[in-house]
C-alpha cells in the first residue's frame, strides 16, 4: 500500500529553486487553455453519452468578462435521465472491488498531476483565482483521490471480521446470549446508491473532486452539479468529468449535468432515487434542501459544509507580525470568496491602534487585478450580484462603524470587479459581524478580558475555523478548550483561518457549518458515504 504524500507543487518548485519554471509553466497553459479551449459549445454528459438541452447558459470569466463557452441549460427531465442512469450502474459499481477502485481513482490522481496547469489555468480564467490559489487547489484534489485511495486501502475497504466461539453446550430456545454453534461474523461498510454532488463556484476542482470521490470511491455512483447560475464554475466541472472518464470510471457512474438549482438541484434533492447529497455552499441552501427531503419523507443521507464567519482573536501577547501575515492573507486572498475565510479580528484594546496600523500598511501593498498576471495577490469579484452586495456592505459600515481602509471599486468600467480589500470598526451587534459575506471585507472590534474574546468570537451561527495569536500558554489552552469551531488555528501566520491540508487538518464544520460533525480530508469522512451492516453465518 503506497505511503499518503501531499503535492506541494509550488512549495517544491520554490525549496529547488525553480519558480521561473513554475511560472513559466502556468504561463505556457493560460495560453494554451486560450487558444483551444475557450469559446467551445459543451456538453452534458449522461451515462458516457453527450447530450444537449433545448437552451444554453453563455459563461463569462470574471477576470475580464470574455466569453468561457456555452453549456447546457439541463432540465428536470434531463436530471431524472442523469439519475436513472447512475441508478442502472449502481449495482456494477458497488460490487466492483474496492482495489479496483481505488486503482482508478490513483490513475485520475495522475491525469490530474500530469495536466496539472493547463487545469489550474482554467479554474483561473473560471473563478479569477491567482496562480498559487488555482494550483494549490488542482493539488489539494490529487490530495484527496490520493488520500481518500489510501484510506480505503488501510481499512481493508472497511470491512472487518469477528467470530463468536461454539458453545459445547446447547439449548433448545434461543435468546439473548444462548449457548450456540460458531458464528462467523462480517461487519462491512456499504454504499448507499445514487448521490447528488452539488459543488461550489470558489473551489470547482478541489471541493468537486473531493465530495465526488468520497461518494464514488464507496461504491455509490452520482449525478454532479457544478455551479450553473450566477457564479457560474462548469468548465472545471467539465475537466474534472474528462479525468474521471480517463481513469476508466465505467459509463453512468459519474454523470456531468449543467443547469440551475432550482431544476437540477431541485430534482436531485426530491427524486426518491436519489439516496444522498453531498453539499458545499450556504446554510440557508443547505438547511433548505434537508428540510424538504425530510419533511416529503425521504430519508436521505446529507454530506455538507454550509459557511463560517471566521473569527480572530489577537491578544496583547501577540506577536503582531505573525498576526498581521495571517489574518490579511486569510482576509483578503481570493477576494475573500472562501467559506474558510477569516472575517472578524477581535483584538486586546491596547494593541488596536498598532495592529490596525499594520494591517492597513499590509492591506495596501496587496496588488488587485488581473490574477493571471505574476505579482497581483486579489483579483475580481466572482459576479456582478457579488460587487452589489460589496456596495451594500460597504455603505453599512460606514454607517453603523468606521471604515478604517478600502471600500472603493478599482477601476471605472461598471462591469469591472476589482474591488479594494475593507477593513472597518463595528460593533458587536452589527450584522455584518454576523452575515457571510464572502467578500475581501473584515471587521475589527476590540476587547479588554479574554473571556469577553472567547465570548464573542464564539457568539456566531457558524462554527467552521477560527484563529488564535497569543505567546501566552493559559490563552492558548483555554481558547483551544472553548472555541465551537471546527478547525483551529494559532500562531499561524500563513493563514489565521485557511490552508488546511489534506491528511493533516480536517476540515470540518461545528453547529451552522456543518452537520455530521466529521470534516473532509480526514479518517472519518468517507464513512458518511456507507451504511454498516453486519452479516452472521453460521458454520
Known sequence: ????????????????????????????????????????????????????????????SPIDGSLIGTFQRATRDDARTAIDAALVAFDGWRDTDYRERVRIFRKAAGIFSRDKFIIAAILSIENGKTRYESVGEVDEAIDFLNYYSFEMERNKGYSRRAKLAASTKSVGAGFQGAPGREERITI????????????????????????????????????????????????????????????????????YVTGPGSEVGDELVSNGKV?????????KTGLGM?????????????????????????????????????????????????CSACSRVYVHISKKEQFLSKLVEKARAMAIGDPLAKGNYIGPLISA???????????????????????????KDQRDLYVEPVIAELGQQSRLMHDELFLPFLVVDTYKEFDEALSKANDSEYGLCAGLYSEKKGEVREFLGK???????????????TGAIVGAHTFVGWKGSGLTGKGTGSRFYLEQFMREQSRAEIK
Open 290 to 338: 434537508i428540510a424538504k427531503s425530510f419533511n416529503s419523507g425521504q430519508q436521505k443521507v446529507f454530506v455538507v459544509e454550509m459557511g463560517g464567519k471566521n473569527p480572530v482573536v489577537v491578544s496583547k501577547y501577540a506577536n503582531l507580525d505573525y498576526a498581521v501575515d495571517g489574518i490579511a492573507s486569510s482576509a483578503f486572498g481570493y477576494a475573500g470568496q472562501k
Open 385 to 411: 450580484s457579488a460587487l452589489e452586495r460589496y456596495r451594500k456592505s460597504v455603505l453599512a459600515a460606514k454607517s453603523e462603524g468606521r471604515v478604517v481602509y478600502g471600500g472603493g471599486v478599482v477601476g
Open 483 to 497: 472555541m465551537q469551531a471546527g478547525v483551529i488555528y494559532v500562531n499561524r501566520e500563513i493563514g489565521a483561518t
Open 188 to 255: 462491512a461498510m456499504k454504499p448507499y446508491g445514487v448521490f447528488g454532488v452539488i459543488a461550489p463556484f470558489n473551489f470547482p476542482i478541489s471541493i468537486s473532486t473531493g465530495m465526488s470521490t468520497g461518494a464514488l470511491i464507496t461504491g455509490n455512483t452520482v449525478v454532479f452539479k457544478p455551479s450553473s447560475t450566477d457564479n457560474m464554475a462548469m468548465l472545471t466541472g467539465f475537466a474534472i468529468y474528462k479525468v474521471f472518464e480517463e481513469s476508466g470510471l465505467p459509463k453512468g457512474v459519474f454523470n
Open 1 to 60: 500500500m503506497p505511503d499518503f504524500k501531499n503535492e506541494f507543487t509550488y512549495k517544491t518548485f520554490v525549496e529547488n529553486g525553480k519558480e521561473d519554471e513554475f511560472d513559466g509553466l502556468f504561463d505556457s497553459a493560460v495560453k494554451k487553455v486560450k487558444s483551444s479551449v475557450l469559446g467551445a459549445k459543451f456538453p452534458l454528459y449522461i451515462d458516457g453519452q453527450e447530450r444537449f438541452s433545448k437552451e444554453v447558459i453563455a459563461e463569462y
Open 275 to 283: 439516496s444522498g447529497i453531498a453539499f458545499t455552499g450556504s446554510k
